[in-house]
């Protein structure tokens, strides 16, 4: 059995969030793969991912307020 892998490791990379990138190939992959096609989808997939989160996550404390907002001035009414 045959456990060698084939691995591309990236230092030195132009990112404020990503300081090293490690690839391990699958035995499927061909020769006419680009490891730098595959690394650039796969950082620009996860900035995306963490954007969206963050932008998740700063509406919030606005959603939260305005739910409480709305439960007062529905307690307000209801009296």
Do not use: Y
């Given at each position: 059995?045959?456990?060698?892998?084939?691995?591309?490791?990236?230092?030195?990379?132009?990112?404020?969030?990503?300081?090293?990138?490690?690839?391990?190939?699958?035995?499927?992959?061909?020769?006419?793969?680009?490891?730098?096609?595959?690394?650039?989808?796969?950082?620009?997939?996860?900035?995306?991912?963490?954007?969206?989160?963050?932008?998740?996550?700063?509406?919030?404390?606005?959603?939260?307020?305005?739910?409480?907002?709305t439960g007062i001035a529905?307690?307000?009414?209801?009296?």
């Amino acid at each position: 059995m045959d456990t060698t892998k084939r691995v591309i490791i990236l230092n030195k990379l132009n990112s404020p969030a990503i300081a090293q990138a490690i690839f391990i190939l699958k035995d499927s992959c061909t020769d006419e793969f680009s490891a730098v096609s595959e690394a650039e989808r796969i950082v620009a997939e996860f900035m995306e991912k963490k954007t969206a989160e963050k932008r998740r996550h700063s509406l919030l404390p606005f959603i939260v307020t305005a739910l409480f907002a709305t439960g007062i001035a529905l307690a307000l009414i209801m009296q």
